[in-house]
């Protein structure tokens, strides 16, 4: 596709509810990343991905949280047991690979509201 | 880690006028520094960017200049327009031992006013 795609844009849970949030990259970018944005504050990473792989999962803020990449393509942020907390933006990216020379585009985010 | 502090928190410029944003990292180590416009419900937009081997990048009305040994970076926008009007982030990335996550500042709300 043209850019980073990113399904729901919004969603709103009750609190303990599981949710699932969806990114397409563009296509042929091997690099994939999810961030967080609170209100007001710059993005905060979670996770990346190389191909099929978790290369860094550090910002992962606790085991609630798991992203996954089965094909190397699509990416699924999966969030158990849902937190009032838990409320922002989540924005994913892609870049071409991994490497010094790669520019991150990011998506729309998805505006995930825990009720 | 990478700590980027970015100042000012708001701005605001009339049109035609010139609007600069400063940013400073920690971490020596991060070699590429990207800048990021974010308009209200949308994601960030990649704007310009440098690497750590020059000192000085521009595009058309938009500059970044990089100081690595005092580890600061700066966006220059020049003859400000209404539809500069947004968010704009300044970010580092630290490559090395196959890190790949950009560290971003807390934001400036640039507001160009007729």
């Known amino acids: 596709g043209a850019g980073v795609s990113q399904t729901p844009s919004n969603k709103v849970t009750e609190k303990g509810k599981y949710v699932e949030l969806r990114c397409d990259p563009i296509s042929g970018h091997t690099a994939l990343y999810w961030y967080r944005q609170s209100l007001g504050q710059g993005p905060e990473f979670l996770i990346y991905?190389?191909?099929?792989?978790?290369?860094?999962d550090s910002g992962l803020p606790n085991d609630r949280f798991f992203a996954v990449r089965p094909e190397g393509s699509v990416s699924t942020l999966k969030i158990q047991r849902t937190e009032r907390g838990d409320s922002a933006v989540y924005l994913c990216a892609s870049s071409l690979e991994g490497g010094m020379n790669t520019e991150a585009f990011f998506g729309q985010g998805t505006r995930l509201t825990v009720v | 880690g990478e700590n980027v502090e970015q100042h000012p928190s708001t701005l605001s410029v009339q049109e035609g006028d010139s609007a600069v944003i400063k940013c400073t990292y920690s971490d020596s180590a991060s070699n590429y520094f990207p800048w990021y416009k974010q308009e209200l419900g949308k994601g960030p937009q990649l704007i310009i960017d440098?690497?750590?081997?020059?000192g000085e990048k521009k595009d058309q009305r938009i500059a970044v200049t990089l100081n690595k040994t005092a580890k600061h970076f700066s966006l220059h926008i020049t003859e400000t327009q209404p539809e500069d009007s947004a968010v704009y982030f300044c970010?580092?990335?630290?490559?090395?031992?196959?890190?790949?996550?950009?560290?971003f500042g807390t934001g400036t709300q640039l507001k160009v006013e007729l």
């Open positions: 440098i690497r750590s081997n020059v």
């Open positions: 970010a580092a990335r630290d490559n090395t031992g196959g890190g790949n996550k950009l560290t």
């Open positions: 991905f190389q191909g099929t792989g978790a290369a860094d």
